[in-house]
């Protein structure tokens, strides 16, 4: 926020902190007593996709910059798992999910991408 840095500049970056409030809008929506199951889980997950990018960005190595994507990436997956949970509990019945699958797709396409480049920043 404060430090004027180029991964903000980034397609990666910019999509993945809209995946975050993406998530944290499904999260309002789900019961209250998933509060310290899925809610919890579903956020920090969300939330370390964007901040392992940032990380990420800020390594010099080529390899340790694929590392933070990858599991970035491995974030994403498991978001994707915590959400099918909620929809076998019918939790998304009442919930618009075409936003939140749109930030995860292009989230996890761009993450494979940069872990598949030569050079990943």
Not at 45 to 62: D, Q, W, Y
């Amino acid at each position: 926020m404060f430090l004027k840095l180029n991964h903000k500049k980034l397609e990666i970056y910019a999509a993945t902190k809209l995946f975050v409030l993406e998530c944290y809008r499904l999260t309002n929506h789900l019961p209250v007593e998933e509060k310290f199951s899925l809610i919890s889980q579903i956020r920090r997950a969300a939330v370390s996709v964007h901040l392992n990018i940032a990380e990420g960005c800020s390594r010099k190595s080529e390899a340790e910059r694929k590392r933070y994507y990858e599991i970035a990436r491995g974030s994403v997956i498991e978001i994707d798992a915590a959400i099918d949970i909620a929809n076998e509990l019918n939790y998304l019945k009442n919930f618009q999910t075409d936003k939140l699958n749109e930030t995860m797709v292009t989230c996890f396409k761009l993450l494979t991408g940069l872990i598949m480049r030569k050079t990943a920043y």
